[in-house]
């Protein structure tokens, strides 16, 4: 994260900040549903664990929050980055906000760490999130029947950029 530590990415509807100490408490509530446990394939960690975890995605070179998006580079070869995504506001479900932060992501990764091909690994019962992410041109690679996952990847090519580019205009600022 110590690329975009101090980087805010500002769309229409939505702001993408780092994660950082404060939105732990909050996160950790969140991440205490059984339902998003279950979504994300997640388990639970302690108040104590998520602060640790905090300060890791912080170090490492990698406003009202809502959820969270990430972009984990799994091949520096290859420029491959595994885009994740977790509305966790109830209240925020619906209203378009994952869409816009996917897209912001998915731009960020693009223009900035230079991502060449994305994946989304997502359980199999998260319908919205699979909808979705085919709604981006995503296609299945995988499926995993003993992790119910499916993998969904999609080849960046300049089209595809600019149909997001269409979506959501975005800026950057400097995050204090």
């Known amino acids: 994260m110590r690329l975009n530590f101090n980087t805010k990415i500002l769309g229409k509807n939505t702001i993408l900040v780092p994660y950082r100490e404060h939105h732990v408490p909050k ?3 969140w ?3 059984e339902e998003l446990q279950k979504l994300t394939a997640s388990e639970p960690l302690t108040l104590e664990e998520e602060y640790k975890m ?3 995605w912080q170090e490492d070179d990698d406003n009202s929050m809502i959820g969270d998006t990430n972009i984990f580079v799994i091949d520096n ?5 595994e885009i994740e995504i977790m509305i966790a506001e109830e209240t925020a479900r619906g209203s378009k906000k994952g869409w816009e932060a996917v897209i912001l992501m998915l731009l960020y990764g693009i223009k900035f760490i230079k991502i060449k091909t994305f994946e989304a ?3 199999i019962e998260n319908i919205i999130s699979i909808n979705m992410f085919q709604k981006l ?3 299945e690679k995988s499926r995993s029947e003993i992790f119910q996952e499916v993998t969904l990847e999609k080849v960046v090519d300049n089209n595809w950029t600019k ?3 269409g979506h959501f ?3 950057l600022q400097t995050y204090k």
Do not use: A, C, P, W
């Open 169 to 171: 205009e975005f800026q």
């Open 54 to 56: 905090q300060k890791t």
């Open 27 to 29: 996160y950790h509530t």
């Open 121 to 123: 690994k997502i359980s």
């Open 77 to 81: 070869d290859n420029m491959v980055g």
């Open 137 to 139: 041109n995503f296609k």
């Open 31 to 33: 991440m205490r549903s």
């Open 163 to 165: 149909s997001l580019e």
